[in-house]
């Protein structure tokens, strides 16, 4: 079975940052896709950021210059940096472990983040 465990989420003020953690204790960590995306009430999950090792990241429009998605294989985890947040970022966010090419989603538990004054 594949685990992913987050951490991070908490409540900022607008123009804040954050940074989120998955920690996966899999082997095949290093050669999978790894994902985040989010969830707010009432709107579909939605993907947010991208990345397989040794790719270029890809991210939503609406996150672009704003957050940057890393992943450190020595440690099996991948980190969402989220910088400059607004009340439009407020959401469940989820780590995702993606299997190709089946593209087989593994989810994370979700961290909420809530941006506000």
């Known amino acids: 079975q594949v685990q992913l465990v987050e951490s991070g989420g908490g409540l900022v003020q607008p123009g804040g940052s954050l940074r989120l953690s998955c920690a996966v204790a899999r082997s095949i960590f290093r050669t999978t896709t790894m994902g985040w995306y989010r969830q707010a009430p009432g709107k579909q999950r939605e993907l947010v950021a991208r990345?397989?090792?040794?790719?270029?990241?890809t991210y939503a429009d609406s996150v672009k210059g704003r957050f940057t998605i890393s992943r450190d294989n020595a440690k099996n985890t991948v980190y969402l940096q989220m910088n400059s947040l607004k009340p439009e970022d407020t959401a469940t966010y989820y780590c995702?472990?993606?299997?190709?090419?089946?593209?087989?989603?593994?989810w994370g538990q979700g961290t909420q983040v809530t941006v506000s004054s």
């Open positions: 990345m397989s090792s040794g790719i270029s990241p």
């Open positions: 995702a472990l993606i299997l190709v090419p089946t593209m087989t989603h593994y």
